[in-house]
């Protein structure tokens, strides 16, 4: 009886990599076929679909006259040079409310220089004292489109602070979107 189950295990034995081998050759061939098929059916397609898109192109682009077209590419050019244009262009008009609406009542600027290449914005100007002029160093610290300040100079002087500072705005002011 021990050989019996020996002989079946050894027969077992051996079918089992035969079944594996014809398996795996049974998908190696169906990954042939379906490369080859799609490399020279599907591609021919797919070559011939493009081959009429270009001829209709072509009968598009005969009933309408080369001067025409030539028109259309110059117009096409300058819509897209000025878009460009007006993507980089910088926008400053927001940026005289967002001085107004954060400066105290009791400060007055005698000049403001603007410098959009710094993003920076120079101020002189008056406050009453150096209590309003902190309470406006404060506003400027709290004020969202502001991203760094610098006092560079304050005086007492005739009762009145004479004041310098410069801010650095952030990018996002200048931009016109």
């Known amino acids: 009886m021990d050989t019996q189950n020996l002989l079946e295990r050894e027969r077992m034995t051996t079918v089992w990599p035969w079944r594996l081998f014809v398996t795996s050759l049974i998908v190696l061939i169906a990954a042939v076929l379906y490369y080859v098929g799609l490399a020279f059916g599907y591609k021919t397609y797919l070559n011939s679909g493009i081959e009429k898109k270009d001829v209709e192109i072509a009968e598009l682009a005969a009933l309408i006259p080369k001067e025409d077209q030539a028109r259309l590419m110059r117009f096409y050019n300058q819509i897209q040079s000025l878009k460009?244009?007006?993507?980089?262009?910088?926008?400053?008009?927001?940026?005289?409310?967002?001085?107004?609406?954060?400066?105290?009542?009791?400060?007055?600027?005698?000049?403001?220089?603007?410098?959009?290449?710094?993003?920076?914005?120079?101020?002189?100007?008056?406050?009453?004292?150096?209590?309003?002029?902190?309470?406006?160093?404060?506003?400027?610290?709290?004020?969202?489109?502001?991203?760094?300040?610098?006092l560079n100079n304050s005086q007492f002087n005739q009762g009145v602070v004479r004041f310098n500072v410069t801010v650095v705005l952030k990018s996002e002011l200048f931009k016109s979107k």
Do not use: C, M, W
Request: hydrophobic share 40%.
């Open 84 to 150: 460009n244009l007006l993507d980089q262009h910088v926008v400053s008009s927001k940026i005289l409310p967002l001085i107004e609406k954060n400066t105290n009542k009791k400060i007055f600027y005698n000049k403001l220089d603007l410098d959009v290449a710094q993003r920076s914005l120079n101020l002189d100007g008056i406050a009453e004292s150096y209590q309003i002029l902190a309470q406006q160093l404060e506003a400027f610290k709290q004020t969202p489109g502001v991203e760094r300040f610098l």
